[in-house]
C-alpha cells in the first residue's frame, strides 16, 4: 500500500499585519517572509513527518524548484512532479496578532498539469494504495475518475471550496476531511451531526473528519456496514499562525489510518501536531516531527 497526494506546492508570501486590510485601504505590513507552502506541499510534508511514506505528484514552475527540493529533504518522494515554465503558484497571506490568517491564492504551475502526466502518475498505482488531494489543481474530476476506476482509496480535502467541486463524483470518495466552513458550503449545514445526516444521506460509503477549530474534531467512519464515530479536544495552547493548522492535522491523522491505527489515536495524534504547529511562524516549517509529539506531551 502506497500514498500518493496529487497537489500543489506554493510559495507563501507572509505579511504580518495589526489587521486585515479592509476595503479601499492601505495598510502598512509589519513584516514580510517568504516560505514553502501550498496545502498539497503540507499535506505531503505533514504525512511524512508523521512517519508514512509519500509520494508527490504535480507540477512546479520556473522559481520552484526550491519547494522539490525541500519535500526531498522532508522524505517525500518526487519522482513524479514535473517541471513547467509557468510562474509558481504562491499565496499572499495576511497573519493577525492574534495567530489568524486570510489567504489569496494564485494557481499558476498548479492549474497547468497535462493530462497525459494524470494518466501516467495514475498508471502506477493500483488498488488499495492512497490518493490524497486538495483543490488546488486543475482537472480534478478526471483525476477522481481515473482512480476510482483503479481501485484506490481517495481521500479529499476540498479546499478552498468552490463550484468547480461540483463535477467531483462524491460517490466513490472513501474519506472527506473538512472544516466547519467547508462543510457548510457542501450541505448547508451548520450543526455537526446534519453536516454528517445529509452526507451519508447521499454517499453512503463516504467516511467524514469535520474539524471544528477551537472545539477539536469530529469523525464518522463507514467500516464492513457499520459506522464508528468519535470527538476529540482540541489542544489548549497560544497560537503564533494557524496557517497550516489543518495540513497538520491532515497528514498526521491520514498517516494513522494507514498505519492501522484506531480512529481516536488517529484523532488525538492528529491534534497534538496541530497544537504544536500553530506555536510556530510558517506553513510547512512549523509541522512538528512524530519524535515531537512524544516530547510535547
Known amino acids: 500500500m502506497r500514498i500518493l497526494n496529487f497537489g500543489s506546492l506554493n510559495l507563501d508570501y507572509v505579511y504580518q499585519v495589526d489587521h486585515f486590510v479592509q476595503p479601499g485601504e492601505t495598510l502598512s505590513a509589519l513584516s514580510r517572509a517568504v516560505k514553502a507552502g501550498g496545502k498539497g506541499l503540507n499535506q505531503s510534508v505533514s504525512l511524512s513527518r508523521a512517519g508514512a511514506a509519500v509520494c508527490h505528484a504535480g507540477c512546479y514552475g520556473a522559481d520552484g524548484a526550491v519547494l522539490k527540493d525541500l519535500l526531498e529533504e522532508n522524505g517525500v518522494d518526487t519522482a513524479f512532479l514535473l517541471p513547467v515554465p509557468e510562474a509558481q503558484g504562491h499565496t499572499v497571506i495576511q497573519v493577525s496578532p492574534e495567530g489568524e490568517n486570510c ?73 472527506l476531511l473538512v472544516n466547519e ?47 464508528e464515530t468519535h470527538r476529540e479536544a482540541a489542544v489548549s495552547v497560544r497560537a503564533v499562525d494557524t496557517t497550516a493548522a489543518g495540513d497538520t492535522y491532515t497528514g498526521y491523522f491520514l498517516a494513522g489510518l494507514a498505519e492501522g491505527l484506531p480512529l481516536q489515536e488517529c484523532m488525538k495524534r492528529a491534534s497534538r501536531a496541530a497544537a504544536i504547529s500553530v506555536t510556530r511562524p510558517g506553513a510547512a516549517e512549523s509541522i512538528p516531527w512524530k519524535k515531537e509529539l512524544n516530547e510535547n506531551r
Not at 128 to 137: F, K, M, T
Not at 152 to 167: F, G, H, T
Open 103 to 175: 489567504i489569496l491564492l494564485y494557481g499558476g504551475s498548479n492549474r497547468c498539469i497535462p493530462e497525459e502526466h494524470i494518466r501516467r502518475v495514475l498508471g502506477s498505482f493500483s488498488r488499495g494504495d492512497w490518493l490524497v488531494l486538495q483543490n488546488e489543481i486543475n482537472d480534478l474530476p478526471l483525476i477522481v475518475e481515473l482512480a476510482s476506476a483503479r481501485g484506490l482509496q481517495i481521500v479529499l480535502n476540498p479546499s478552498p471550496y468552490n463550484r468547480a467541486l461540483d463535477r467531483v463524483d462524491f460517490g466513490v470518495l472513501d474519506w
Open 181 to 227: 466552513i467547508e462543510a457548510e458550503q457542501i450541505t448547508g449545514e451548520t450543526e455537526p451531526e446534519k453536516v454528517w445526516e445529509t452526507l451519508h444521506r447521499q454517499y453512503g460509503r463516504l467516511s467524514l473528519l469535520l474539524t471544528l477549530g477551537k472545539e477539536g474534531s469530529m469523525a464518522w467512519r463507514v467500516k464492513d456496514g457499520t459506522v
